[in-house]
């Protein structure tokens, strides 16, 4: 392994590396076009407007649906059903049960039920409000532990049990015996919305071959053609969806939502139709972050070492299932932490309900459990009189041991290096609550550990390409869809180092189906991993195929030529061939080099567990009026182990945001439902940090990976909001000596715990 202090960039070094992004120019002069923000075909046709007809209910049985009044209207182009679909009416990932357009049963407010295209969007909304629904009003399922009852009404065939989980080891009985302390609690966390500049749209066209193109926000766009394709029972391929760049995802636009219908109706009316929700439409229909409802039970000895560990998990899924078992696949791994437990149990359970629908969300299920683990940890530590970070550390699995699910795991001493690194800071040094009379000062420490892409038996493959264009630029061609993360920046880095060229001479093809190969999903902190891993695999071969397509105008032999910056160089360096002039020599022959990588996934025979990991810690810091019962971040350090920094600005984007993101889900961000309503359907009723929010961040990045590591960068997409929930919430506990159970910690929470006797808590 390498040293603990090896390859750490602090937070200036980081800064000193920035660059300004490729595309910021553009973006700062409003040049980049989202896809909402496209309101004619390619052609230059005026696109037609779209409008869907949602359930007013979040549960009835659809008895009847009269579109005659609609079709009547004048302007309108198409009035669209479930009949309409002449082929798959279903979509979903590993559980097919979300309808494109409802036919018999509606299950959540604002599940779609008819849509039209028309003129204008005035027409289409007019007449999507003549359309006559009779239904027949079911029991609203609201509480996930209710739903689970055997008596419960029904969402889907089967039961409300959408998926269900267990795992553990040791003997739990004697450990729980010869545990000293004890601590056990119930912990609660809240439905978080993800809050995206572009809300869920784009436009659809008809490529006048028979066939579609789909320009619609998305983060697989191969996935989605296949979606779109079945639907229609076109062949595969004559689908093309084209997804970036995204206003901004966080995991909520990974599954389709409305491409099939607006795709429905560009087909049915033979126009191009734009569609997109408006900012209540997207509250209502987009996906959200399972709230969950964890108990746990923990013990170590006198000494503080871990005995046993019990974990107790029921989550929200909504009304469809979307990625709601991988997460809570994700939930059970993470409920372990980076920890050695000699007995373990962990089990949970994943409820269908009429509360809209929760899925993919940056922590992925982890960050819910890693608060209550945190929590658990840190008391444990107290109790044993330990400091938090001492405690955690001697509490570590080491770097070659199994992982949280007893799976094989690429080795990885993350957690150890991210703690030693915390151990010296000043802040942790100096940390004691501080007590300003009406303020009172707190810091928080917490460790996590975060799985990098799927679970083992998800989409873990890949391809993407390597080409040579004719206009000389070498494009690295893959299906992942820039989303804010600064993907091009890590496509110029990553192709110069690896294939040898200058970044100038790079082009990256993101995003678009019929341009590059599936990469599979954007998401799970995957992106950069699969390009480092795929470029630095095969750039030697690029290289060599470059040199031999070069030896015969060159006249010389292949071993005499090598591919660099701007071009073929001779043996001294000389620029002998522009790759211009190279891609003009080859007419339509343009090399390309197709890569695809097998699954990374960990041999052992378990299902859904992870074989990557990287590691954060952080130390947070708040400042609590006790008056108002606000809590305000001023302060956050994250040293985070996640391998080489290939981007420092995407880098320092993800750990800032990420971080901002989970103080959000501490501290203020919650969308309650009542009556399988949301209580909130903009922005002015759900508080989201902003720029006036952010605390002095700290971010210190530890390189260094163990010696024979393959594996390379892991991903720093979400394990920012990872660390900072639990990190502020231990922050609030240290400064009011709160028992934080459930998040976000609200102002009132904080003031009926101030207003409590001591001792009460």
């Known amino acids: 392994m390498n040293p603990p202090d090896a390859d750490v960039l602090t937070h200036e070094a980081l800064l000193a590396r920035v660059r300004p992004r490729p595309d910021a120019a553009d973006k700062l002069r409003a040049q980049v076009r989202y896809p909402t923000d496209r309101y004619a075909s390619a052609k230059g046709e005026s696109a037609l407007h779209g409008a869907i007809l949602g359930s007013p209910h979040p549960h009835a049985r659809i008895l009847a649906i009269d579109t005659s009044a609609a079709v009547a209207l004048p302007g309108v182009h198409a009035v669209v059903t479930a009949p309409d679909i002449p082929g798959r009416t279903h979509y979903g990932l590993r559980v097919i049960d979300r309808p494109i357009l409802c036919a018999d049963k509606v299950r959540c407010i604002g599940d779609p039920i008819a849509a039209v295209a028309a003129d204008t969007l005035a027409i289409a909304r007019a007449a999507c409000a003549l359309i006559r629904v009779e239904y027949a009003l079911l029991p609203v399922v609201e509480d996930p532990e209710l739903a689970l009852a055997a008596d ?21 009985e004697a450990a729980m015996q010869a545990a000293t302390h004890v601590v056990e609690d119930e912990y609660e966390t809240a439905r978080q919305m993800h809050g995206y500049l572009e809300t869920e749209g784009g436009i659809v066209e008809p490529d006048g071959a028979g066939g579609l193109i789909v320009h619609f926000a998305c983060q697989h766009p191969a996935r989605d053609a296949e979606v779109i394709a079945d639907m229609l029972r076109l062949p595969a391929g004559m689908v093309r969806v084209i997804g970036t760049p995204i206003g901004g995802s966080y995991g909520g636009k990974d599954e389709l939502t409305i491409q099939p219908v607006a795709a429905l109706l560009a087909w049915k009316s033979g126009r191009a139709v734009r569609l997109q929700l408006s900012r209540p439409e997207s509250v209502d229909l987009g996906v959200k972050r399972h709230p969950f409802r964890i108990r746990m039970k923990s013990g170590c000895d006198a000494q503080g ?44 359970r994943l409820a269908y309900t009429n509360n809209g629908i929760a899925g993919a969300f940056r922590g992925f299920g982890a960050v819910q459990t890693q608060f209550a683990l945190e929590r658990q940890i840190s008391r444990l530590a107290e109790a044993c009189g330990i400091d938090g970070l001492a405690f955690r550390r001697m509490n570590l699995v080491a770097p070659d041991a199994s992982g949280p699910m007893g799976q094989v795991v690429a080795p990885f001493d993350g957690p150890r290096r991210v703690l030693d690194v915390l151990a010296e800071h000043p802040l942790w040094q100096q940390r004691r609550p501080r007590d300003e009379g009406r303020y009172r000062h707190g810091v928080g420490l917490a460790l996590v550990h975060r799985s990098d892409g799927f679970g083992r ?279 009011l000596a709160m028992p934080v159970r459930r998040l976000p910690v609200l102002p009132e929470h904080i003031l009926d715990h101030l207003d409590m006797p001591e001792g009460a808590a």
């Open 152 to 172: 419960a009404e029904t969402l889907h065939e089967g039961g409300n049990l959408l998926h269900s989980v267990r795992h553990g080891w040791g003997e739990l």
């Open 457 to 735: 038996g998800g989409p873990n493959a890949a391809r993407i390409a390597i080409g040579l264009a004719p206009d000389g630029a070498i494009e690295i061609r893959c299906g992942f869809t820039e989303m804010g993360q600064n993907l091009i920046d890590t496509v110029r880095v990553l192709g110069a180092r690896l294939l040898g060229c200058a970044e100038s001479d790079l082009r990256a093809v993101l995003g678009d189906s019929a341009r590059a190969p599936d990469s599979g999903s954007t998401a799970a902190s995957r992106a950069t991993a699969i390009l480092w891993r795929g470029l630095g695999r095969h750039g030697a071969e690029w290289r060599k195929r470059l040199c031999a397509l070069a030896a015969p105008p060159l006249g010389r032999m292949p071993d005499q030529l090598q591919a660099g910056e701007g071009g073929i160089r001779g043996a001294d360096g000389a620029l002998l061939l522009s790759y211009a002039l190279l891609a003009a020599s080859l007419g339509d022959a343009l090399p390309e080099l197709l890569i695809s990588l097998e699954a990374e996934e960990t041999p052992s025979d378990i299902a859904a567990a992870h074989y990557v990991f990287g590691a954060c810690a952080a130390l947070a810091e708040v400042r609590v009026d006790t008056w108002s019962g606000r809590a305000e971040l001023t302060r956050m350090v994250i040293a985070a182990a996640l391998g080489p920094v290939i981007s420092p600005q995407g880098f320092l984007g993800q750990m800032e945001g990420g971080a901002m993101m989970g103080a959000g889900l501490a501290l203020t961000e919650h969308l309650p439902t009542a009556g399988g309503r949301y209580l909130a359907r903009n922005l002015d009723g759900y508080l989201m940090p902003t720029l006036m929010d952010a605390p002095r961040f700290e971010i210190i990045a530890v390189q260094g990976l163990p010696e024979g590591d393959e594996i390379g960068p892991r991903g720093a997409g979400e394990i920012g909001v990872n660390i900072a929930a639990p990190a502020v919430a231990e922050a609030i506990a240290a400064a």
């Open 305 to 348: 070492r871990l005995l046993f560990h019990m974990a107790s998990l029921v989550a929200d899924t909504g009304a469809y299932a979307t990625h709601g078992p991988e997460i809570l696949d994700a939930a059970q791994e993470h409920a372990v932490g980076p920890y050695a437990w000699p007995a373990l149990a962990v089990e949970g």
